[in-house]
């Protein structure tokens, strides 16, 4: 079994440090290298690797926009990052699909652990970056349900149809009720909120309740 790798890295150093790693370990074989997010894409669609290697902080494309694109195409390439501390990209870039997450600080031998169980389906995350994501995602849970306090289950029904781009005549049509209603619904939501119209609508459910 032969994993092929993908390195992306925009610093020489660490590039050449994990090309050594990696030349190490008869499983390993690394196909391309890339220092920035277009180079990583390039090689990912060339090669089609097993497990992309991919730093966060990288130029013209970031890590986190790396993997945006990643999960727009059905590539089937498992990722791993790597990042310099526990930060709010790390967590981002769980939710976008990194299947493993490893702080560069620690041990090379983890990172080669991290590699295979991910190669083998499974995920790998960093404790703290884990915890970090619990945390994230209670904060999140806390927020919905303070809205739900303040919103009767007719309103957040209704807001979530707008996000999805409803207009108030199919809102009305979906409910049953007249074109009238469903405004008045919008302008007590409007109220409740502190907010003014649609897009503040939008915004305000999209920073509570995510994607």
Same mark, same amino acid.
């Given at each position: ?29 690394? $196909?391309? /290298? !890339?220092? #920035?997010?277009?180079? =990583?894409?390039? +090689? @990912? ?35 791993? $990052?790597? /990042? !310099?501390? #526990?930060?709010?990209? =790390?967590?981002? +870039? @769980? ?47 806390? +927020? ?68």
């Amino acid at each position: 079994m032969t994993i092929r790798l993908v390195i992306a890295d925009d610093h020489p150093i660490v590039l050449g440090g994990l090309m050594h790693v990696f030349a190490n370990e008869a499983d390993l074989e690394i $196909v391309a /290298t !890339a220092r #920035n997010g277009d180079e =990583a894409l390039a +090689a @990912v669609h060339q090669f089609q690797p097993d497990v992309l290697v991919l730093d966060l902080r990288m130029p013209v494309k970031d890590g986190l926009a790396v993997l945006r694109e990643m999960k727009c195409g059905p590539t089937g390439v498992r990722v791993v $990052v790597l /990042t !310099a501390e #526990n930060s709010e990209d =790390a967590v981002e +870039a @769980v939710r976008l699909g990194a299947q493993g997450i490893v702080l560069k600080h620690m041990a090379s031998r983890l990172l080669v652990q991290c590699i295979r169980d991910v190669y083998t389906g499974g995920q790998w995350f960093e404790k703290s970056v884990a915890a970090r994501a619990i945390n994230t995602l209670l904060e999140k849970a806390d +927020a919905l349900r303070s809205q739900s306090t303040r919103l009767t289950g007719r309103q957040l029904e209704i807001a979530r149809m707008v996000v999805e781009g409803l207009p108030s005549k199919v809102i009305a049509r979906k409910l049953a009720i007249s074109e009238g209603t469903a405004k008045l619904h919008l302008h007590h939501i409007y109220e409740r909120l502190g907010i003014d119209g649609r897009m503040a609508l939008v915004r305000y459910m999209q920073s509570h309740i995510g994607d």
